[in-house]
C-alpha cells in the first residue's frame, strides 16, 4: 500500500472524477474543493486488504480504478464487489462499528480515502456545517438507496448518526436548533401553513458594551432557556444568527393568531428580569419583532426567513418594541 498527497494534476484529475459520481453529483466546486482537501489518495497491489472485521470504520473509500472484493471473514464468500466510481465502507462509518468483512484489491488498485488519516468527518467539517449536513444527507440517501436494512440500522441505532445530526443542526452556545436546520428542513415546513417570528433585542449592544460580550453570552443562553420551557413541541425554536431568534409555528398560522402569539412572546421576554447576569443592575429587554405567514407572504426561502430575518432590524430603526408584517415595511 502507498499513501500520498495528491498531486496537482491528479488532483485536478480525481476532482473531476468525484463530480460525476452519482455520491458527488450537484455538488459546487467549492464544496468539491473543501472535500478535496480532506482526501488521501493511496494505491493497492493486487491481494492487498484494505480493511479487515473488526477494523474501525472510520472513513470511505471511492474506488478510482481497479476492483474490489468484499469478502466475509472466513474469505469463503464473495459479499459485494465494486468497480471504478463507487464508493464503499460508508456503513461502518455512519454506524461506528466495526467492519464485519475483508476488503480486498484485486489487481492494482487506485482509492481515494475521506477523510484521511480517519478523522471524525464532524471534527473535519466544525467551521463548515453547511459541508457536513450535505456530507451527512448524501451518505444517508445513498446508504438507504444500497439496503433497506442499513438504512433502518442507521435512522434507529447510530450513535454516530445521531451525534452528527447534533453536529449540523444544533446551536453550540444556546443549544437551539440553528440557521442550518431552518435551510435544509424549509421544504418540510411548507408542507402545511406556519408562521414565522423572528426576534432580536433592540438593546442588546447595551448588554456587550456595558458588562463585557460573555455576560451577553449568558444572557442569551437564558433567553433561550426561557423560550424552551415556553414553546410546546409543536413550534421549533432556533438561534438564526447573533442575538436573532426564530420561532416557527404551524398552530398560529393566519395574521390575526399570529400577531396574538407574538405579542404574547414580546410582553414576556420585555418584562423578563435578567438583573442576576447582570450584577444586580436592573435591565429589561426592548424586543422587535418580525412576522411572515406561509403561503400568504411568499412560497421560497428568500421570501420567508431571509426576508423575516431583517424586520425586526427594521423595527429598532423605528424607535424599537415593534411587531410588523411584510405589509408594514
Known sequence: MQESQLSDGLALQAKTFLQKTTFFSGWTDEEISEIMQHTQFIEFEDGSVIFTPEENGSRVYLLLNGTVEVLSPDKRTVLAEFVAGELFGEIALLTGQPHDAFAIAKGQTRLLEFPKDGQPLETVFYDHPRILAHIFQSLLIFTSQRTRAANMLIKENS?????????????KLSGLFNRTYLEEAFSEFCKEPFALIMMKPDNFKQ????????????ALIFIAGYLKKKFSESSILARYEGNEFAVLTHRHADREAARTF????????????ISHLLKGEKFFLSMSFGV????????????IVTKCSGMPLTGRQRGGSMILFPEDL
Not at 159 to 171: A, F, I, K, M, T
Not at 292 to 303: A, I, N, W
Open 159 to 171: 450513535p454516530v448518526v445521531r451525534e452528527l445530526r447534533n453536529q449540523v443542526y444544533s446551536d
Open 207 to 218: 448588554i456587550n458594551d456595558t458588562f463585557g460580550h460573555e455576560v451577553g453570552d449568558s
Open 262 to 273: 407574538a405579542e404574547e412572546i414580546k410582553t414576556e421576554l420585555e418584562t423578563l428580569d
Open 292 to 303: 411572515v405567514l406561509f403561503p400568504e407572504h411568499g412560497k421560497e426561502y428568500t421570501d
